[in-house]
């Protein structure tokens, strides 16, 4: 199978819609409304994400959360096995000490991205708690990890990669979709596609 031809499509845009509006009441449910809150997404699709879910949490309770953005390159466990790391920029530019800070991402895994971007958040300051919220988790984990807020459960094999992709990111309709992997290569997230400016 050519590996750029999804096995099959668990998520279509709609899908993904309807389920970030429904983490969005549910964070807002368990904090008891948007008081404290603060969203950071982790790149590189992450911080789309979590930018949808501010502007959905804006629309139910009248107030934009604090968002920031987190680069977990150089904390990531296999920083050494990667000879270029796609390196991009940490953002937030608001303190997180004593904040409830939600953490966004695409597809969780093994987990171990997110205890990544849990020692870059604790580089930056001391939140009060740290709640974690994954439109996808695939199972397999390897590291006691667990999302508080998820958009959907796909079962898949450690044969398979469960991809994300973004229409404002990919250029395609935003979609979660499962390939099969190669012997060989890497698990991983989609790929950021460069696109060319009109």
Not at 17 to 42: C, F, Q, S, Y
């Amino acid at each position: 199978m050519d590996d750029s031809t999804p096995k099959s499509v668990c998520m279509n845009a709609d899908d993904i819609e309807r389920a970030l509006t429904r983490m969005a009441h549910e964070i807002l449910e368990v904090n008891k409304g948007p008081d404290g809150l603060v969203l950071v997404g982790i790149l590189t699709r992450g911080d789309h994400l979590a930018k949808k879910l501010q502007g959905r949490i804006e629309s139910i309770e009248g107030v934009e959360l604090p968002l920031g953005e987190l680069d977990i390159s150089f904390y990531r466990d296999d920083f050494l096995t990667h000879f270029a790391p796609e390196v991009h920029s940490t953002h937030i530019p608001f303190s997180i000490d004593g904040k409830t800070v939600v953490l966004v991402d695409d597809v969780l895994y093994t987990g171990r991205t997110i205890r990544a971007a849990l020692d870059a958040l604790m580089d930056i300051g001391r939140p009060r708690a740290v709640e974690l919220a994954v439109l996808v988790d695939r199972g397999h984990r390897e590291l006691p990890i667990r999302a508080d807020f998820v958009g959907k459960n796909v079962p898949s094999a450690e044969d398979e990669s469960v991809r994300l992709f973004l229409e404002e990111v990919d250029g395609i309709p935003s979609a979660v979709e499962i390939f099969d992997v190669a012997p060989g290569e890497r698990v991983g997230s989609a790929p950021i596609k460069l696109r060319k400016e009109a």
